[in-house]
């Protein structure tokens, strides 16, 4: 079963053609990562599963209808997108601006609540951002702003979570952290969840479903310990590796082979 797939989808900029009537299931419950080479269509594709581009022909279906046919407020009801670059408005607040996630939620006749209260406060505190939430965001580090833009999403309580690059401008230890948080929300809360990564140890680490990219096609879609090969490597990036397993998870690991001899140096 599916909430989200794309058929037949034919995706483009101006007169030239992106995603090539490209097919793809999102599989509920899953944590399901998208890599490939720059330029290859991973963004443009999560750009269209969230509605922000239209296909060419094709479509993208939600719960069994064409997005196209649902209200803006119902599709940002059912999927949250973190893009892979976001603006907040000038002098506009930490609190203020994760509070934003909840605008699907509110009405005319349902206006804030102890409901949405809740929710931003346990955005910001899983994202460790609640320090910030009096500071203007304008003001914050790459990082610390990438963290409030997934407070912001995490706040809108979506099912579904479309994540574009969530990791840019963090050290790693932070990358880690936030990878962990995504993998929490999928296995204890249920939420299916679709991000575009370009560390591969990562996306094969956390991934419960990969969908592996190149030229606007998906060349290889499945479990990571089903599909991370050499050969797929080499396909997809042209990069000679070898693959073992992760010490820590057991997942695939990717050892780019050494393209000239090092030397090492021994200080007695």
Known sequence: MSRLEARKMQ??????????????SIPDGS?????????????TLLRALSRLLKPTSGSVVLDGADIS????KEVARRIGLLPQTSIAPDGITVLDLVSRGRYPHQSLLKQWSAADEEAV???????????LSGRFVDELSGGQRQRVWVAMALAQETPLLLLDEPTTFL????????????????????????AVLHDLNQAARYATHLIAMKDGRIVAE?????????????????LRCRIMADPETGTP???????????RITVA
């Open 11 to 24: 995706v483009g900029y101006d007169k030239r053609t992106i995603l090539p009537e490209l097919e793809v």
């Open 31 to 43: 944590f399901t990562v998208i890599v490939g080479p720059n330029a290859c269509g991973k963004s």
């Open 69 to 72: 046919s649902y209200p803006a």
């Open 121 to 131: 406060t346990a955005a910001l505190t899983a994202t460790s951002t609640a320090a």
């Open 171 to 194: 050290d790693i230890a932070h990358q880690v952290e936030l990878l962990d948080l995504f993998a929490d929300l999928n296995h204890e809360g249920g939420r299916t969840l679709v």
């Open 222 to 238: 499945g479990a990571p310990t089903d599909i991370v090969t050499a050969e797929l490597v080499s396909e997809v990036f042209g």
């Open 253 to 263: 690991m990717v050892i780019p082979l050494a393209t000239r001899a090092t030397t």
